[in-house]
Nanobody, 121 residues
Framework: VQLQASGGGSVQAGGSLRLSCVAS????????LGWYRQVAGKQRELVAVVSSGGRRNYAESVKGRFTISRDNAKNTVYLRMNSLKPEDTAVYYC????????????????WGQGTLVTVSS
């Protein structure tokens, strides 16, 4: 499975970006999809996930600002990021995985390469 992320770049605080990630996975429509981010020297953190059934979870730090969506016809997952803050600066990674509806937890399985988002103040 290959995932190709794009859409990163540099933006001023308060601006917006939309990340895209195309997956080659044949079972894309039945997979959960997620975005993680990582700052140098820190662990990756889950930003947002959307299950195959459309349930969405977000990190508290991005709720109300970021929106994850999926287009199964295009094997693509998106992350719309509004009202960006300098602390959103990170490398963003897309992935496909499994979503546990009982515990509302997500387990990534396949990872794409990262795309850098830089937010300046």
């Amino acid at each position: 499975v290959q995932l190709q992320a794009s859409g990163g770049g540099s933006v001023q605080a308060g601006g917006s970006l939309r990340l895209s990630c195309v997956a080659s996975e044949r079972t894309f429509s039945s997979s959960a999809l997620g975005w993680y981010r990582q700052v140098a020297g820190k662990q990756r953190e889950l930003v947002a996930v959307v299950s195959s059934g459309g349930r969405r979870n977000y990190a508290e730090s991005v709720k109300g600002r970021f929106t994850i969506s999926r287009d199964n016809a295009k094997n693509t997952v998106y992350l719309r990021m509004n009202s960006l803050k300098p602390e959103d600066t990170a490398v963003y990674y897309c992935n496909t995985g499994r979503y546990d509806y009982w515990t509302s937890t997500y387990t990534p399985v396949y990872w794409g390469q990262g795309t850098l988002v830089t937010v300046s103040s």
